[in-house]
């Protein structure tokens, strides 16, 4: 299948919101009586580019999408490092600055990393085999699904990871969750007009009826 310019763009909407959400997130924000990462106005997008990369262009491009967003992030990661051990200007006074946003830990590292591929992958297998089942109905029953459980991983695995110890794991947890599944959510109708609007104009609609899900491909 040729990759179009529209294919393209949703892919670059998709990276760019999770490097995005990944350099605001170690602001924490109050909002109302929930304390969450500022990441959380833009992470859940990522989620919704990456429902509609699967129902419009199936499994198997949706994998790879999610592979290059890995491999961008790890790219910035690298960089950033570089970039806080190089010498400091004498004039330049904002290195303790440089390194509380861009200073990842191993930790905070890891657990992004893994977070990030169990809960893309569990998403776009989810919605990718329901759109089988449902014989491509109900949209909205495979998007909001396959986000309940995506983000249900992702969302666990990076606050046990990064916040292990923490009182109050289970509360930061949930109301993560909640609130980034209450966001795509709202989304909804955005994602129905956007996934119509890609079917007709690329008169494509991808079933994955053979299709390897493994994670660990991205020739099939």
Same mark, same amino acid.
């Given at each position: 299948?040729?990759?179009?310019?529209?294919?393209?763009? #949703?892919?670059?909407? @998709?990276?760019?919101?999770?490097?995005?959400?990944? *350099?605001?997130?170690?602001?924490?924000?109050?909002?109302?009586?929930? *304390?969450?990462?500022?990441?959380?106005?833009?992470?859940?997008?990522?989620?919704?580019?990456?429902?509609?990369?699967?129902?419009?262009?199936?499994?198997?491009?949706?994998?790879? =999408? #999610?592979?290059?967003?890995?491999?961008?992030?790890? *790219? &910035? =990661?690298?960089?950033?490092?570089?970039?806080?051990?190089?010498?400091?200007?004498? @004039?330049?006074?904002?290195?303790?600055?440089? =390194?509380?946003?861009?200073?990842?830990?191993?930790?905070?590292?890891?657990?992004?990393?893994?977070?990030?591929?169990?809960?893309?992958?569990?998403?776009?297998?989810?919605?990718?085999?329901?759109?089988?089942?449902?014989?491509?109905?109900?949209?909205?029953?495979?998007? *909001?699904?396959?986000?309940?459980?995506?983000?249900?991983?992702?969302?666990?695995? @990076?606050?046990?990871?990064?916040?292990?110890?923490?009182?109050?794991?289970?509360?930061?947890?949930?109301?993560?969750?909640?609130?980034?599944?209450?966001?795509?959510?709202?989304?909804?109708?955005?994602?129905?007009?956007?996934?119509?609007?890609?079917?007709?104009?690329?008169?494509?609609?991808?079933?994955?009826?053979?299709?390897?899900?493994?994670? &660990?491909?991205?020739?099939?």
């Amino acid at each position: 299948m040729k990759l179009s310019q529209r294919f393209v763009i #949703i892919a670059v909407l @998709f990276v760019t919101c999770l490097i995005t959400a990944n *350099i605001i997130a170690v602001k924490v924000a109050a909002v109302g009586p929930f *304390i969450v990462p500022a990441a959380i106005i833009v992470f859940p997008l990522s989620y919704i580019f990456g429902d509609i990369l699967t129902e419009v262009y199936g499994y198997r491009l949706a994998r790879r =999408v #999610i592979w290059l967003g890995f491999l961008c992030n790890l *790219i &910035f =990661v690298v960089f950033a490092r570089i970039g806080q051990a190089l010498p400091s200007a004498g @004039f330049w006074t904002g290195q303790d600055s440089y =390194v509380a946003i861009l200073g990842y830990t191993p930790l905070l590292l890891l657990a992004s990393f893994a977070g990030y591929l169990a809960g893309e992958f569990a998403n776009s297998f989810i919605l990718a085999k329901m759109k089988v089942i449902t014989q491509g109905r109900w949209l909205w029953t495979r998007t *909001i699904s396959s986000t309940i459980v995506g983000q249900a991983l992702d969302t666990s695995l @990076f606050i046990l990871i990064a916040f292990w110890g923490t009182p109050a794991l289970l509360t930061m947890i949930l109301s993560h969750w909640v609130a980034k599944v209450l966001i795509e959510a709202a989304f909804t109708p955005v994602t129905y007009a956007v996934v119509n609007y890609l079917k007709k104009k690329e008169s494509v609609d991808t079933f994955d009826y053979e299709t390897n899900f493994t994670p &660990f491909s991205v020739a099939d």
